[in-house]
């Protein structure tokens, strides 16, 4: 085919039973995934920051596609590439939070639970907006800038920022907390 002075030498589509296969894949891979970091949370820190990074991450996969697919479009190899990529920048902000909740509970160790979450937040609060502020502006200029190849991934990714730094701020601090709630050991 012959558009101008322009040929279209290949043209490659998925069809539906290859899709079904790549999406059936996704899925096994991302399960697995899943339970690999459950495993090395649990072992690393404890088993409930495990879960509360976990349930954040979840958080981020399904508000990312459910905000996707409200603006009907594709979901595609590059989408899943970004998801993946917001997986890994949301577990690691998370991650960072974390951290600086183990090392508090060294520290502050008369400090109400509740009140150690906050103040380990608020330790990371600045390092948590730059870093967010600075991807945001990049996958911003990609959005507008990049094209239509990259414009899925860049729309995506802006997505799952905003939502992946909400979610490590607000909820795996929570997840935490209510976790310690429902879980108490009971004394007696």
């Known amino acids: ?3 101008g002075s322009q040929a279209i030498k290949r043209r490659e589509t998925v069809g539906p039973q290859i899709g079904a296969e790549l999406r059936r894949r996704t899925t096994q891979a991302t399960v697995w995934a899943l339970m690999g970091m459950l495993i090395y949370i649990g072992i690393r ?5 495990g879960v509360s990074a976990i349930l954040t991450l979840a958080h ?4 990312t596609l459910g905000i996707f697919s409200l603006t009907n479009r594709e979901i595609n190899l590059p989408v899943i590439a ?8 949301s577990l690691n902000d998370t991650i960072v939070i974390f951290d600086r909740v183990r090392d508090n509970l060294k520290i502050l160790r008369k400090m109400k639970f509740e009140d150690l979450l906050n103040t380990s937040i608020n330790q990371t609060l600045s390092r948590t907006f730059i870093t967010s502020g600075t991807t945001l502006l990049t996958v911003l200029i990609l959005f507008l800038f990049g094209g239509e190849v990259i414009n899925d991934f860049a729309f995506t990714m802006l997505i799952g920022v905003v939502i992946g730094t909400y ?3 607000y909820m795996s601090c929570s997840i935490l907390y209510l976790w310690k709630i ?7």
């Open 182 to 188: 429902f879980f108490k050991p009971k004394k007696g």
């Open 1 to 3: 085919t012959y558009l």
């Open 167 to 169: 979610s490590s701020v």
């Open 60 to 63: 981020d996969v399904l508000i």
């Open 45 to 49: 820190f404890k088993f409930a920051y």
């Open 82 to 89: 970004a998801i993946l990529t917001i997986v890994g920048y």
